[in-house]
């Protein structure tokens, strides 16, 4: 039984935590002015209990975020990724100090994790667009190496001309990435003595794998949490098996249907123990409303654990995308992928997966050349960030599968878009 001390200490923490979070939501409500309105609505203008505040999500950030215009945010600097619907890319703004902290974040992260590799030692990255991407170069310079990156538009063959030259031996890259490298002709022939890797499911046999491929051990192998809108989010922990949520992050995880329920006028309970979909909310971001932000991810095992000598969350592993996008290299949003089937495959039930780049199963009895095609071209047109990428052969071709009707993994739907595997 905890004693009195340690329930005062309890105590005072979690009131500098709600004093925290009620100053985090009113500097954003003086940012952006239709979040102060949802706070009003609320009542919750001032609150520090998290169930008093609402779900920021992607129906609200299209509305009110994403393409807006904030000439009230000094300094912005923006950083556009595919994702949203009719083709629109999302706009993520970031603040000098939104950066600087990400930039501290990655920093101590990637420096305990580097710590046996020599200052000066030669670091690359080859990762996609966005804030990881604009911001890797940065990171490995003020960590004292030799920083190189590659262009993810040019061809592969040119990033493995460009690896072996360099043989870098810190290498950041995404996983899908890394698999369309390892397949490459000519072969990629580097030595690394760590990796990092970023943007899709990296689970600890793939993550074996690929140190086995390097001669590594799989604790050389880390694999980064982090999103466009977020930040850094949390990555691979060796010693426990689990993922590490930053200090700056507090998650909570709902249930689908927890989720699906919920409106801008209703309370949402919070829960920081379990599985389901993934909340976040940021301390050190000012030009995102990162408060109770729904990611679209799934989660196993959210808790908070004893770890060197105080507590983190941490969670088992992600299990794959609820709902807003799908990564193949790039975001391509569910609304374009639905408008994209409706226009090539009319009343046909689908479903799609990207544990393996983006997969679509479709009720037919065959799938044509010309469908293929035409389901190609459509995402070329609506998703160009993955389309430069599968242009350059660092990520494979959208693929698309005939299946029974009773061949859908996830049932029979008009529309459903399944799970990574764990």
Known sequence: MPNTASLAALH???????AELAALAAGHAQRFPWYRELLLRRGALGSGALSDLPLVDT??????????????????????????????????????????????????????????????AVAV??????????????????????????????????????????????FFTMPMILDRLLQARPALDIRPRKIMVVGDVAPPAWRAHVAERFGLRPDDVLDVFGSIEIGAIGHS?????????????????????????????????????????????SFTRDYFPAVRYVTGDAVTGLRRIRHEGRE???????????????????RISNHDLAQIMAEVFPGRPFEAGDADGLVIRVVAETVDDDQVAAVRAAVD??????????????????????????????????????????
């Open 125 to 170: 990255a080859d990762l996609g667009t966005g804030h990881a991407a604009a911001s890797a170069r940065r990171v490995f310079v003020e960590l004292g190496y030799e920083a190189h990156d590659i262009d993810f538009t040019r061809p592969v063959e040119e990033h493995v001309a460009k690896l072996n030259a360099w043989r870098p031996d810190v």
């Open 381 to 422: 047109r609506r998703a160009p960030d993955v389309a430069q990428m599968i242009a350059s052969g660092l990520v494979g071709p959208v693929r698309v599968q005939a299946v029974t009707p009773d061949g859908l993994r996830s049932g029979q739907a008009k529309r459903r878009l399944d799970l990574k595997e764990g």
């Open 12 to 18: 005072a923490s979690r009131s500098a935590q709600s």
């Open 312 to 330: 983190v969350f941490a969670f088992e592993r992600i299990d794959g995308r609820l709902a807003g996008d799908f990564k193949h290299g790039e």
């Open 59 to 120: 129906g609200l950030l299209g509305a009110h975020y994403y393409t807006a215009a904030y000439p009230q945010l000094p300094d912005a600097s923006a950083y556009h990724t595919s994702g949203t619907s009719g083709g629109q890319r999302k706009r993520i703004l970031y603040s000098t100090a939104d950066d600087d902290a990400y930039i501290a974040q990655r920093r101590a992260l990637f420096g305990e994790f580097t710590a046996g590799v020599p200052r000066g």
């Open 237 to 281: 922990c060796a010693e426990t098996g689990l993922y590490h949520f930053h200090d700056h992050i507090v998650p909570e995880v709902l249930t689908p249907e927890e989720l699906s329920r919920h409106t801008e006028n209703e309370l949402v309970p919070s829960r920081q123990e379990g599985s389901g979909a993934l909340l976040l909310t």
